[in-house]
T-cell receptor
Framework: ETGVTQTPRHLVMGMTNKKSLKCEQH?????MYWYKQSAKKPLELMFVYSLEERVENNSVPSRFSPECPNSSHLFLHLHTLQPEDSALYLCASSQDPARAGGEKLFFGSGTQLSVL | AQTVTQSQPEMSVQEAETVTLSCTYD???????LFWYKQPPSRQMILVIRQEAYKQQNATENRFSVNFQKAAKSFSLKISDSQLGDTAMYFC???????????????FGKGTKLTVNP
């Protein structure tokens, strides 16, 4: 198995639920990312992990909590979300985010989240 | 702050024809990178082409090529011999070189939805 795999593909949750999104990469990359893709808006970078250490947190509300237990796995824990959080959540990986060489990102197919 | 603008929300083209997608950006940097990503209905974003700002030669990848106009801050994507599988959202993206924080920030446009008609 290769590439970046995200589960679940679709998720519907109530505002009081707790759920987690999972991302796994089989590319041997050192960096992993969470992006939020909302309708008619540019992709928004949420979090960046490099070698399992968080290096970027773009003022994301605390109801989103990332976790990177190792360089191959990335989670996004969700708690008391709002309807406006409904979006496609994309995971990506790259070899080394510290390279100033225009790293190619490898994306998963995303989790389509609906918050009711 | 850098911004990326894609002025065409939707476009369509006949199979085997050529189509050009527009992208402009705003930056005060001299060295940077530009990308076109494709997102088909499967939702997985795939890198189509990459351009380094210090290279004057336009990047090409098979049927995909760019027209990079640095002075005009324009980076359009040309798709030749369009195929049904080219139907997708296309995102233009800008990357600033490393900042002092040591992390990268890829700035995306809102995307252009391209439909290739048989």
């Amino acid at each position: 198995e290769t590439g970046v795999t995200q589960t679940p593909r679709h998720l519907v949750m109530g505002m009081t639920n707790k759920k987690s999104l999972k991302c796994e990469q089989h590319l041997g990359h050192n960096a992993m990312y969470w992006y939020k893709q909302s309708a008619k808006k540019p992709l928004e970078l949420m979090f960046v992990y490099s070698l399992e250490e968080r290096v970027e947190n773009n003022s994301v509300p605390s109801r989103f909590s990332p976790e990177c237990p190792n360089s191959s796995h990335l989670f996004l824990h969700l708690h008391t979300l709002q309807p406006e959080d409904s979006a496609l959540y994309l995971c990506a990986s790259s070899q080394d985010p510290a390279r100033a060489g225009g790293e190619k990102l490898f994306f998963g197919s995303g989790t389509q989240l609906s918050v009711l | 702050a850098q911004t990326v603008t894609q002025s065409q929300p939707e476009m369509s083209v006949q199979e085997a024809e050529t189509v050009t997608l527009s992208c402009t950006y705003d930056t005060s940097e001299n060295n940077y990178y530009l990308f076109w990503y494709k997102q088909p209905p499967s939702r997985q974003m795939i890198l189509v082409i990459r351009q380094e700002a210090y290279k004057q030669q336009n990047a090409t990848e098979n049927r995909f090529s760019v027209n990079f106009q640095k002075a005009a801050k324009s980076f359009s994507l040309k798709i030749s011999d369009s195929q049904l599988g080219d139907t997708a959202m296309y995102f233009c993206a800008f990357l600033n070189p490393l900042t002092q924080g040591g992390s990268e920030k890829l700035v995306f446009g809102k995307g252009t939805k391209l439909t290739v008609n048989p």
